[in-house]
């Protein structure tokens, strides 16, 4: 069974950063794109950072180009996400998907793979 699982989340003053991290057990992880999305009570699903690990690129929405950066880990099936400068914008809960490709986060629809969530609250 394919269970992307994510751990970094928590609680920041507005300007800190937190690490997010992705394991996903049960693909081939070479074969499949990694991405985040987010969301906050009241407000539509963000897809927020992708990256491509058959070929490494990546993609960052607006709201998260210039402050988070995302990299993969492929012997250790790991996708990271640091985020820093975060602002009380950025609180949301952080859901690690799976797919085939990035075009999940770009388009924003329902990957193949999701995991439960973390939440990230920034305080001001």
């Known amino acids: 069974e394919v269970q992307p699982v994510e751990s970094g989340g928590g609680l920041v003053q507005a300007g800190g950063s937190l690490r997010l991290s992705c394991a996903a057990s049960g693909l081939i992880f070479d074969d499949y794109a990694i991405g985040w999305f987010r969301q906050a009570p009241g407000k539509e699903r963000e897809g927020v950072s992708c990256?491509?690990?058959?070929?490494?690129?990546?993609y960052y929405a607006d709201s998260a180009k210039g402050r988070f950066t995302i990299s993969s880990d492929n012997a250790k099936n790991t996708v990271y996400l640091q985020m820093n400068s975060l602002k009380p914008e950025d609180t949301a809960a952080y859901y690690c998907?799976?797919?085939?490709?990035?075009?999940?986060?770009?388009?924003?629809?329902?990957?193949?793979?999701w995991g439960q969530g973390t939440q990230v609250t920034v305080s001001s």
């Open positions: 990256i491509n690990n058959s070929g490494g690129s990546t």
């Open positions: 998907t799976a797919d085939v490709s990035c075009l999940h986060i770009i388009v924003n629809i329902v990957p193949d793979y």
